[in-house]
């Protein structure tokens, strides 16, 4: 149970910093999709860190660097569409690696808090691209010099591939 205990610390400030950043800056954007699309990302991500909580009896603070990347992508663009490009392409896949290699080392009772999570990861990176996708002009989103930042700062700190399982 330390193990497991450890992991889901470590996946709730993961979950806690999206929920954070885009939760307070949704409001602020310029696209109107975007504002949407971040408090409903938000809202997710919120859910997971509540999950976590509950299951830990206490909240864990945002992972950092991911704090960092998110605040980059917001004060980045204003419309919000860097952010949750971020979210989409830079976080979530890492994310997602993180969560399968989380369900390998948690007990069993906590791998359908993990496997939930996955299933709602994946569902944001889906509706992210549909509502880029939707866009009468797709071109205008984030470039990729903006984005390889942001991929800079996750492989600095030391998180090329995944944010680990922590524990």
Avoid: K, W
Wanted: hydrophobic fraction near 45%; glycine fraction near 12%; charge should be negative.
């Amino acid at each position: 149970m330390t193990q497991t205990r450890g992991v889901l610390a470590h996946l709730g400030s993961c979950f806690t910093a999206p929920y954070r950043v885009l939760g307070a800056a949704a409001g602020t954007f310029s696209d109107d999709g975007a504002v949407v699309r971040s408090y409903e990302t938000a809202r997710v991500f919120g859910e997971l860190a509540l999950a976590t909580r509950e299951r830990l009896g206490e909240g864990s603070e945002p992972l950092e660097v991911l704090l960092e990347v998110l605040d980059g992508a917001v004060e980045g663009d204003p419309t919000g569409r860097l952010a949750l490009y971020c979210v989409a392409v830079v976080v979530g896949p890492r994310l997602l690696v993180s969560l399968r290699d989380a369900r390998d080392v948690v007990d069993d009772d906590a791998r359908g808090l993990i496997d939930h999570a996955s299933d709602l990861v994946v569902a944001e990176i889906i509706a992210i691209r549909e509502l880029a996708s939707a866009r009468e002009d797709p071109d205008a989103g984030p470039g990729p010099g903006a984005v390889r930042a942001l991929n800079v700062a996750l492989e600095g700190a030391g998180f090329a591939e995944s944010f680990g399982v922590g524990g």
